[in-house]
């Protein structure tokens, strides 16, 4: 071991040395390298002093579901994007989101034919994201957001230029909404689902996506 830190260090020198440790320290799980300017976000806490933590009535659409069901889907949209290398920022807006589109149940919408075509958490639709999918897969909160995940690294890019570009959690809500769920008033969704953001998350709403961390 002596003998390798021997070559590497004069090879690389300290600093960068120091630097691929820290990058080796950071990869994984969409984790980024704290700056002075970033805020750990106690996401438990986050969810638990929102709306999520609520009981929903059964509505059109939108069945009756306990807090503690709402509050146990945002932790697995959180953790599936995480676990997919999605930064927080980003991970925060796809929630809003899903809480927007279904407030975090098993809804089924689109169905004023009769027929539902749009299916759980990101509300998948069988002529979009969810083509291919059954009823009962688009239902399950994991597969759901494992679907909404490869959408967004398919069309996701106007989301990471804005994430990188320094782009408040909000408005990052409203662009998932305008390139990931598309919905049929797309410029319309920048600003309500930005507005929605600010609603459940006061605190970090106007923040930018990149400063925050998990």
Known sequence: MCEL??????????????????????????????????????????????????????????PKTSASMRVRNANIVLDEFEAAGVPLGISLAALVNANYESRLTAALGDSSSGTPHSFGLFQL??????????AEQMLDPTINTKRIIEDYKKNGKPLRDAYTSGASVSSLAGLFGKYIERPADREGSLTKRANFARELFPSIANKPGEELYR
């Not at 260090?9 to 990058?23: C, D, E, F, N, R």
């Not at 106690?42 to 709306?51: D, E």
């Not at 979009?128 to 059954?134: D, I, K, L």
């Open 125 to 134: 639709n069988i002529y979009g994201a969810g083509r291919g999918m059954t």
């Open 5 to 62: 830190m021997n070559f590497i260090v004069p090879a690389i020198g300290i600093g960068g040395l120091v630097a691929l440790l820290v990058s080796k320290s950071a990869s994984g799980k969409g984790s980024k390298v704290p700056t002075r300017s970033s805020e750990r976000v106690n996401t438990a806490q986050l969810i638990k002093n929102s709306s999520i933590n609520r009981s929903v009535s059964k509505s059109k659409g939108i």
